[in-house]
């Protein structure tokens, strides 16, 4: 299963995913894509890859969370990176934690889901490339 962390800035701010309400997948509710990080969803995602989206102090921390319970932790950033978002403090701290990585000018375009939850997520490289 692949959990996502879908931060408030980002959902105020632009919605990415291509449903109207990003935990619902071609209209049913999905399990897996949650929009803060508390030590239950961390459980939920032991072992398994998560998807931060947004590049704010709040993704940051969510990030940061979840590195210690995750297999790797994905951030999808729309913009160059994490300097104009977040505080200098804790993209260092995101830095030194190899299971975090950073995909900047990526945005969510569809989730497909199966029985499970989560299963894949499309995403788009505004910068030239396609992840």
């Known amino acids: 299963m692949i959990y996502i962390e879908i931060t408030v800035s980002m959902a105020?701010?632009?919605?990415?995913?291509?449903t109207t309400k990003p935990a619902e997948v071609h209209g049913r509710a999905v399990e897996g894509?949650?929009?803060?990080?508390?030590?239950?969803?961390?459980?939920?995602?032991?072992?398994d890859e998560a998807i931060v989206v947004g590049g704010g102090n709040s993704a940051g921390q969510a990030a940061v969370?979840?590195?210690s319970?995750?297999?790797?932790?994905?951030?999808?950033?729309r913009g160059d990176g994490l300097a104009d978002s977040m505080s200098n403090y804790l993209?260092?701290?995101?830095?030194?934690?190899?299971?975090?990585?950073?995909?900047?000018?990526t945005e969510i375009t569809e989730l497909e889901a199966d029985e499970h939850g989560v299963a894949r997520v499309h995403s788009v490289n505004r910068g030239g490339g396609i992840d």
């Not at 105020?12 to 291509?18: A, N, P, T």
């Not at 894509?33 to 072992?47: A, F, H, M, N």
């Not at 319970?69 to 950033?77: G, K, L, N, S, W």
């Open 12 to 18: 105020l701010r632009d919605h990415s995913v291509s």
């Open 33 to 47: 894509v949650y929009y803060r990080v508390s030590p239950l969803e961390t459980k939920l995602c032991r072992g």
């Open 65 to 67: 969370f979840l590195a």
């Open 69 to 77: 319970h995750a297999a790797r932790v994905h951030m999808a950033v």
């Open 91 to 105: 993209s260092t701290a995101l830095a030194r934690r190899p299971p975090i990585v950073v995909h900047a000018h």
